[in-house]
């Protein structure tokens, strides 16, 4: 399957952001999703996941970000609001294999959409 984020940009603190993720491929309902981030300077790190199972989300993005998926898209979504200034990544889509994953080892990944949140 091939990923492409799209919907970032620069945004205001307390503002929102929707990502969009369009997945290439006949069988998108098969895989689980995930968004992940990357700031300058740091580590990967998990930002949600949506399986047939379970949505999860990291406790520093609960309450406050949303993921869904619309498979008669093939689209992943990951709506931000109450942004802050230390949401400021790169955003990356991914998709495992299975379904039915709730973890944070992915097996595909798309390129990138940059947020910018300023203070």
């Known amino acids: 399957v091939q990923l492409q984020a799209s919907g970032g940009g620069l945004v205001q603190a307390g503002g929102s952001l929707r990502l969009s993720c369009a997945a290439s491929?006949?069988?998108?309902?098969?895989?689980?999703m995930g968004w992940f981030r990357q700031a300058p300077g740091k580590e990967r790190e998990f930002v949600a996941s949506?399986?047939?199972?379970?949505?999860n989300y990291a406790d520093s993005v609960k309450g406050r970000f949303t993921i869904s998926r619309d498979n008669t898209k093939n689209g992943v979504y990951l709506q931000m609001n109450s942004l802050k200034p230390e949401d400021t990544a790169v955003y990356h889509c991914a998709a495992h294999r299975s379904p039915y994953y709730g973890g944070t080892s992915y097996d595909y990944w798309g390129q990138g959409t940059l947020v910018t949140v300023s203070s």
């Open positions: 491929g006949r069988t998108f309902s098969s895989y689980a």
């Open positions: 949506i399986s047939v199972a379970s949505t």
